[in-house]
């Protein structure tokens, strides 16, 4: 269960962060990478059970999922990675070079104040 571990990492990061107003947190939205990437459903699922009772419990929470670059060492093609056809999409060699994975951020978070 990596969504659920990412989930408490991810609240505990947003309340440490929103304003100590009162209000709910609306949107969240965090981004991955392909080699570690998220489920959305279990990660979802994980973060509304955690975070019933918290300023979060009604956010609605968005994943990006950032492609990873990868280059043919063949033909010199850049192309995203596609972990289930990994190859060169030009000349269909699999000898090729991997970017870097985008790493797990908390890429924003909508705070809505209070009025009343
Ligand atoms: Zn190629």
């Known amino acids: 269960m990596h969504e659920a571990m990412v989930a408490e990492n ?6 440490a962060q929103v ?6 947190v609306v949107r969240i939205v965090i981004s991955c990478g392909v080699i570690n990437a998220l489920n959305d459903e279990a990660m979802k699922f994980a973060f509304d059970s955690i975070s ?7 956010a609605k929470l968005k994943i990006k999922h950032i492609p990873l ?48």
């Open 69 to 116: 670059k990868a280059s043919c060492n063949h033909c010199h093609k850049k192309f995203n990675f596609d972990l289930y056809d990994p190859q060169c999409p030009k000349c269909g060699k699999s000898d090729i070079k991997l970017g870097a994975d985008a790493p797990l951020l908390l890429k924003e978070i909508e705070f809505e104040e209070d009025t009343d």
């Open 10 to 15: 991810i609240l505990e990061a947003i309340l």
């Open 19 to 24: 304003p100590k107003k009162k209000g709910t």
């Open 52 to 58: 019933q009772g918290t300023i979060c419990q009604n």
